[in-house]
């Protein structure tokens, strides 16, 4: 028989930033191949938490699980090393606001980059994976541009073949479209989607509330650093129970 428990799993998680608390007691789950839309107003925490399960932030309480591998957190537990955050690290591809990617390199250059440099991969290799992530994304005809030559789209759609290159577990997104002209929001949105449909595990922070209820399982609600609410996507955004929930969807009306 065989065990499906949850790809990722985040419990009691607490971090605060002085005397500011950004996470109270989150606990949520994200199934093999499911996709978890995080929403709630700005302030909310969905970064700090979305950073916290790709250990950018390393958080004060509480563990979290990706695949096989846990972190505990608090006084009684040791502090990670760094060499097993980066390895913990590489099983989760983020995908930022503003793509990072590196302007004097060709676009298959910042895709081979990790596999060479983390993963160690040769080269050979790692370009013909490289390629296929471009190809999955729909610019291997670009490979051999600078970024500064694409278009916002493109730039993000180059910025997930590279996490992607790292072959992760989960993906996560933070507002991958926030910074894009509105004409170029969908190719991104339709890229995501389509590894949605491969079956990648994803955690998605996202403001296009259509989009979230059409390609996301389930939603979780948050505000002021607690889950408000939480369910399958279209039956929460369509039919919210809290009060908070409701209004903050309102807002998109
Ligand atoms: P969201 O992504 O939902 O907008 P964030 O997780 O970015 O929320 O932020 C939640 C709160 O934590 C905000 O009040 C923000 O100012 C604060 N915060 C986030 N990161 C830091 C940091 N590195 N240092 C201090 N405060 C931070
Ligand atoms: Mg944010």
């Known amino acids: 028989m065989t065990t499906s428990r949850p790809m990722i799993e985040v419990k ?10 950004v996470l109270k007691d989150i606990n949520f789950n994200v199934e093999a191949g499911g996709v978890v839309a995080l929403l709630g107003p700005s302030g909310s925490g969905k970064s700090t938490l ?3 399960i790709n250990l950018l932030v390393v958080p004060d309480g509480g563990s979290i699980r990706v695949g096989q591998t846990t972190f505990a957190f608090g006084p009684s537990h040791k502090t990670p090393r760094s060499r097993e955050l980066a390895a913990f690290r590489s099983r989760t591809g983020m995908v930022f606001q503003n793509f990072n990617l590196f302007p ?3 676009v298959l ?3 081979m980059e990790a596999p060479v440099y983390v993963r160690k991969l040769p080269r050979n290799e790692a370009q013909d994976l490289a390629m296929a992530q471009l190809e ?3 610019l291997a005809d670009r490979a051999y541009q600078v970024p500064q030559t694409l278009s916002g789209g493109q730039k993000q759609r180059v910025a997930i073949a590279r996490a992607l290159a790292m072959e992760p577990d989960v993906m996560l997104f933070d507002e991958a479209t926030s910074a894009l002209d509105p004409e170029l929001v969908s190719e991104v949105l339709l890229t995501i989607q389509q590894l949605a449909a491969d079956g990648m595990t994803m955690v998605i922070v996202t403001h296009e509330i259509p989009f979230a209820r059409d390609v996301a399982d389930r939603v979780v609600f948050m505000r002021d650093g607690v889950v408000v609410e939480e369910g399958p996507a279209r039956q929460t955004i369509d039919d919210p129970h809290m009060e908070a929930t409701r209004s903050f969807l309102s807002h998109f009306h």
């Open 109 to 111: 250059q910042n895709v």
């Open 136 to 138: 999955k994304v729909g």
């Open 50 to 52: 979305l950073r916290s």
């Open 104 to 106: 004097h390199m060709s």
């Open 12 to 21: 009691a998680l607490r971090k605060s930033f002085g005397t500011l608390t």
